[in-house]
């Protein structure tokens, strides 16, 4: 158990839907990661948050944006979904956004887009 | 064009059996870590290297970076089903703490 928690764990929904994710870091850890994890693709970083600030942007589609509210936890919206958007999406955490230190990842939520 | 390449993409092999995986790059990494994936679970960091030439032992695994730090094998000795998973090389990207992964070795180890 990495102390990273993640729900849903399962998503199935419709195109043109919109759909939020929510991540829990571990106890202390002020850095949260989102990630996307598709086959063809792999483990793409999307974006980081440190302590309610946006830290590093990665290739982030427009139509998904996230925060972090003021308890640490973080929540990533995905909207106007695409069948493409079909993924693993990974949040993690880490006590120091400097590195290179470790990074925990949640279980995941499978997104799956009809 | 991927920053980190691994290779092989895929292997299956039989329980006893002894394999390296390969992490390669152009570019020169200040450290690099490996990770294990497990199905249905998040990565798991197994090492980080920091050193040219650095060579690390957990159990029957051995981790070596690159002496020009651009690249790094993972060897398993006397493979066991339980090492089956994906295994993932990473490097940090900028200093905020992100990493960058390689699209993975997905390692099958039969009984």
């Known amino acids: 158990d990495s102390g990273v928690t993640q729900t849903p764990k399962h998503l199935i929904t419709a195109t043109g839907q919109r759909v939020t994710l929510r991540c829990s870091p571990r106890s202390g850890d002020l850095s949260v990661y989102w990630y996307q994890q598709s086959l063809d693709q792999g483990l793409q970083f999307l974006i980081q948050?440190?302590?309610?600030?946006?830290?590093a942007k990665g290739n982030i589609l427009e139509r998904f944006s996230a925060q972090q509210f003021p308890d640490l936890h973080s929540e990533l919206n995905l909207s106007s979904l695409e069948l493409g958007d079909s993924a693993l999406y990974f949040c993690?955490?880490?006590?120091?956004?400097?590195?290179?230190?470790?990074?925990?990842f949640g279980e995941g939520s499978r997104l799956t887009v009809l | 064009t991927q920053l980190l390449e691994q290779s092989p993409q895929f292997l299956s092999i039989q329980e006893g059996e002894n394999l390296t995986v390969y992490c390669n790059s152009s570019?020169?990494?200040?450290?690099l870590q490996w990770y294990r994936q497990e199905p249905g679970e998040g990565p798991v960091l197994l090492v980080t290297?920091?050193?040219?030439?650095e060579v690390k032992k957990l159990k029957r695994l051995t981790f070596q970076f690159g002496d020009a730090r651009k690249d790094s094998s993972l060897h398993i000795t006397a493979a066991q089903p339980g090492d089956t998973g994906l295994y993932l090389c990473?490097?940090?990207?900028?200093?905020?703490?992100?990493?960058?992964f390689g699209q993975g070795t997905t390692l099958q180890v039969k009984p």
């Open positions: 570019s020169v990494f200040s450290s």
């Open positions: 948050y440190y302590n309610g600030e946006e830290r």
């Open positions: 993690a955490s880490s006590p120091d956004p400097g590195g290179p230190g470790e990074l925990f």
């Open positions: 990473a490097v940090p990207s900028g200093n905020t703490g992100k990493l960058i």
């Open positions: 290297v920091v050193t040219g030439g």
